[in-house]
C-alpha cells in the first residue's frame, strides 16, 4: 500500500541456512530488478557501530562512560556535565542539528555539500540546552556525531579507519563502510521519494555522507 520501488529482505536464524529475497525495482525508469548485492545507505544503524567502539574504548580502558564531553571536545553548553553515557543514551539535552533550519537550508541548496563533524555540531549549538544532562530522553543525531569525534579525539585515527579496523575486518563485513564522498558502490538502487496516496515517485540525489558522519554515514550490503 506504500508503492515501495523495491526492498531487500534477509532472515537469519542462528544455525539454518540465511534466507535472502530481493522484490522489487532498483530503477523504475529501467525496470531494473533490484540485486540482492546492491549497496545501500544505512543511515542510522551507523549509530550502533559508532557507540560499539566507544563501548570497546571503555573496556580497554581507554575511556570511561562518566567522563564529560568537554575533557575531549570544548565550547559544548553544559559540557561539563555531560557524560559519555549522556551522549550514548540520547540524554545530552543537546539539540538535533538535523532538526535546526539553518542546517536544513544548507543541505537542501547543496545535498552533495561537504561538511565537517564540527560544523554539524555548530549548527545544534544555539539551540542547545534542550535540558539538563540526564534529565530527559531526546533522540538527536548530535550525540552519536559527537561521539565520532571523541573515537577520533582518543585515537589519533579518522572515524572510519577505526570502525574499519576494530569492526569492519574482524567481522569480515566486506559489503559495510564508511565513506565521505558520494557515490555508493556499485550495484546500487537509485533513491526514491514515493508519495504514499498516489505512488508517484521522483527519484532523489545521493547525498554526502558527511552530512550524517557518525549519526549515519555507512554504507552496506544487506
Not at 506504500?2 to 542462528?14: D, I, K, N, R, Y
Not at 533490484?34 to 575511556?63: C, E, M, N, W, Y
Not at 539551540?127 to 543525531?141: D, I, K, T
Not at 559489503?175 to 508519495?195: D, E, F, K, N, R
Amino acid at each position: 500500500g506504500h508503492h515501495v520501488a523495491g526492498a531487500l529482505v534477509s532472515v537469519s536464524v542462528p544455525g539454518d541456512a540465511t534466507w535472502k529475497q530481493a522484490f522489487g525495482y532498483a530503477n523504475l525508469e529501467n525496470r531494473t530488478p533490484f540485486d540482492p548485492a546492491s549497496h545501500g545507505s544505512i543511515r542510522s544503524i551507523t549509530k550502533s557501530f559508532t557507540v560499539t567502539v566507544i563501548l570497546q574504548l571503555v573496556r580497554d580502558q581507554v575511556l570511561r562512560l562518566d567522563d564529560r564531553l568537554d575533557r575531549f571536545i570544548p565550547g559544548i553548553p553544559n559540557g561539563d556535565r555531560i557524560t559519555l553515557a549522556d551522549l550514548a543514551g540520547m540524554q545530552s539535552g543537546i539539540a538535533d542539528y538535523s532538526a535546526q533550519p539553518a542546517f536544513q537550508q544548507a543541505f537542501a541548496a547543496n545535498p552533495e555539500r561537504t561538511f565537517t563533524e564540527a560544523e554539524l555540531v555548530a549548527y545544534a549549538l544555539p539551540a542547545s540546552p534542550v535540558f539538563a544532562p540526564g534529565a530527559e530522553y531526546q533522540y538527536s543525531n548530535t550525540n552519536t556525531v559527537l561521539l565520532g569525534m571523541v573515537i577520533e579525539n582518543v585515537t589519533g585515527q579518522s572515524l572510519g579507519s577505526v570502525l574499519q579496523s576494530r569492526i569492519f575486518t574482524p567481522l569480515g563485513l566486506s559489503g559495510t563502510s564508511y565513506p565521505l564522498t558520494i557515490p555508493l558502490p556499485l550495484p546500487h538502487p537509485t533513491p526514491y521519494a514515493v508519495a504514499v496516496d498516489t505512488g508517484e515517485a521522483e527519484a532523489l540525489p545521493l547525498l554526502s555522507p558527511t552530512a550524517l558522519a557518525g549519526a549515519g554515514a555507512m554504507v552496506s550490503t544487506l
